[in-house]
């Protein structure tokens, strides 16, 4: 079993923030919490468990771990995908490397639905969700090329009207995080666009693996990626959490 503490959420909250992977059972996680306490005094802990596994996450309910969100994973195979955006002008892909346009994408994600497992956990509150998601979308802008900021860019008008942050796991497999589109557009026809271009540029970077992570909550961005854009799922899980006071 291990323990990690979650940088960005730990600071955000002003305490630790912890998940917990790689365990093996729930006996092993209730026995061991009074020592996690005792060392990372913590304000939340949260693991995966597979959705399967109903006796783990009654065990988990029966000693104060509570659900937070239902999780599906999908993957894509880009070898099996041939795509092409040259139909698709004026509109144009390119890197976020600006702070100007870094601060037109927080904008969008700020008119964003939220449907991650802290906006909707009445424990925690909306504007630590709202911290959170800025702070992961600036760590994407930063960290480059170890995470990627992309923008979708009307280039008649030079707006934004998209964008999608993700990481490379490794030279050849890569993982979606965040993505908004702006207010007054198509909303599929933007998000089609958005996820051709990313697939291609992710593509020509020799990434042949696309990991994506929806929640159950959203339907419609778990229908794009399957229906429209090929992606299968792979696996699913539910989250539990603890707060502590």
Not at 126 to 151: C, I, M, W
Not at 189 to 194: D, G, I, K, S
Not at 202 to 221: M, Q, Y
């Amino acid at each position: 079993m291990q323990v990690n503490v979650l940088k960005t959420e730990s600071k955000l909250m002003g305490r630790n923030m912890l998940r917990i992977h790689e365990w093996e059972s729930a006996e092993e996680i209730t026995k061991a919490e009074a020592d996690i306490i005792s060392r990372y005094n913590p304000a939340y802990i949260y693991l995966a468990v597979d959705a399967t596994d109903l006796h783990s996450i009654q065990q988990l309910e029966a000693n104060g771990y509570s659900f937070s969100e239902f999780r599906i994973r999908t993957r894509l195979n880009t070898s099996n995908i041939d795509i092409s955006t040259r139909s698709f002008f004026p509109f144009k892909l390119e890197m976020i490397g600006e702070e100007e346009l870094f601060e037109k994408s927080v904008a969008i994600l700020m008119t964003s639905l939220d449907d991650d497992r802290f906006s909707n956990d009445p424990l925690i509150g909306h504007q630590f969700s709202k911290d959170r998601l800025v702070a992961n979308l600036r760590k994407s802008f930063t960290t480059y090329p170890k995470e990627f900021l992309l923008g979708l860019i009307n280039s008649n008008t030079d707006t934004l009207i998209a964008f999608r942050s993700g990481a490379f796991i490794s030279n050849t497999e890569a993982i979606y995080y965040q993505f908004g589109i702006a207010e007054g557009h198509d909303h599929d026809h933007v998000a089609n666009m958005l996820e051709a271009f990313t697939i291609e540029f992710l593509k020509k970077r020799g990434i042949e693996i696309i990991n994506a992570v929806s929640t159950g909550f959203n339907i419609a961005v778990l229908n794009n990626l399957l229906k429209k854009n090929d992606f299968v799922i792979a696996s699913s899980s539910v989250l539990m959490r603890k707060v502590f006071e």
